[in-house]
């Protein structure tokens, strides 16, 4: 039973790490690993067509990445600080959970100031609360309307790209770090495997007769947390908000209830639906936060196939797809995926697990 957290550990260098996604959504490379057979095929995400068929059903995570990153200065010194916005907490009263960079500059009664390139301000927030080293409560001062207030963080925020893309977030991040069907704005990353489908090939998987469903789950700095216990069983994740809707279960069970493909899109997709079985063993609609934390062994109860990313070594992600596709199918494929010169992680490439 693979249940160490050094299990999971595989090398990789840095220019197996993806930096810009491919030049077209659908055309980066898939691999396809078939559990029953432990078969691996090496395909382009486009033929994902091939591997599915009427009746099959889709589960998207609809989240929108909002951008999180902004960057502003200390009120008196102008020290230059960084601001990651993580949730917000109070709508009416602008109160923001945030992580500050570098914290030790940062103090509960600071005011910070967000400018444009002209130097004028934008906005201005004060810190309220410490909650953690790097962790702040802030309140932002706005007398503007919602709408107003939501263009301006638009305005200054920049797409919060993964620290192991290691440049400048540009202006094509915006639309690419994003799915095509994001609707929900709430995510500080991107569920990564949407990333590859484009509106043409949604369009020819309908045709075909596939199912299309949506939930939202919010996508939390959690997602990039290391786990520092060897024994997984005492690892706790951070929590996300999700919600399922009753209409969105009833498609998936009867595509599961027929026997049909229920393919999980990312590693979300497969919390969430994980998160809201019934005592039957069927989907059902729910809301609420999930800090579910899927690990081998684990007996899965909704999708039987599911689309993913190359994952960073010791992740949950990782973990969570060696449970799903098997310790030994999943790191051969790993291997192959270093050996064939697969590109990793959220601008990655692509695997189907069936």
Not at 209 to 232: A, P, Q, S, Y
Request: aromatic share 12%.
């Amino acid at each position: 039973m693979r249940s160490k957290l050094s299990h999971f550990n595989y090398n990789i260098g840095k220019e197996s790490i993806a930096q810009y996604p491919s030049k077209e959504r659908d055309e980066s490379r898939l691999m396809v690993l078939h559990r029953d057979t432990g078969k691996i095929e090496h395909r382009i995400f486009k033929d994902l067509i091939d591997y599915f068929d009427d009746g099959d059903t889709f589960v998207f995570n609809n989240t929108k990445v909002f951008p999180a990153r902004m960057y502003g200065c200390k009120e008196k010194t102008g020290a230059k600080i960084e601001v990651f916005l993580l949730r917000e907490l109070n709508h009416e009263a602008k109160l923001w959970d945030v992580l500050v960079d570098p914290a030790r500059k940062i103090r509960v009664g600071n005011k910070l100031y967000f400018s444009d390139d002209k130097g004028n301000d934008i906005l201005v927030a004060e810190v309220v609360d410490n909650t953690t080293s790097r962790g702040r409560t802030i309140r932002f001062f706005y007398d503007g309307t919602d709408e107003e207030f939501q263009r301006d963080l638009e305005y200054l925020g920049n797409t919060p790209l993964p620290k192991y893309i290691i440049r400048d977030a540009e202006n094509t991040d915006k639309e690419r770090y994003q799915t095509v069907y994001a609707k929900e704005i709430g995510a500080v990353a991107a569920p990564t495997a949407g990333l590859h489908f484009s509106n043409e090939l949604l369009k020819r998987l309908e045709i075909k007769g596939c199912h299309f469903t949506e939930l939202t789950l919010h996508v939390g700095l959690g997602t990039f947390r290391t786990i520092d216990v060897e024994d997984l069983s005492k690892h706790k994740m951070d929590a996300e908000y999700f919600r399922i809707s009753k209409a969105i279960a009833d498609i998936v069970n009867t595509s599961k209830i027929n026997n049909k493909r229920v393919c999980a899109v990312g590693t979300t997709s497969m919390r969430a639906v994980e998160s809201a079985v019934s005592a039957e063993g069927l989907l059902k609609g729910a809301e609420g936060w999930t800090n579910k934390f899927i690990y081998p062994p684990y007996d899965f109860s909704i999708a039987n196939s599911m689309i993913t990313n190359f994952h960073l070594p010791k992740s949950s992600l990782l973990i969570m797809i060696c449970a799903f596709g098997g310790y030994d199918l999943v790191m051969e494929a790993y291997r192959q995926a270093l050996k064939e010169k697969y590109r990793f992680y959220s601008y990655g490439d692509a695997m189907l697990i069936l």
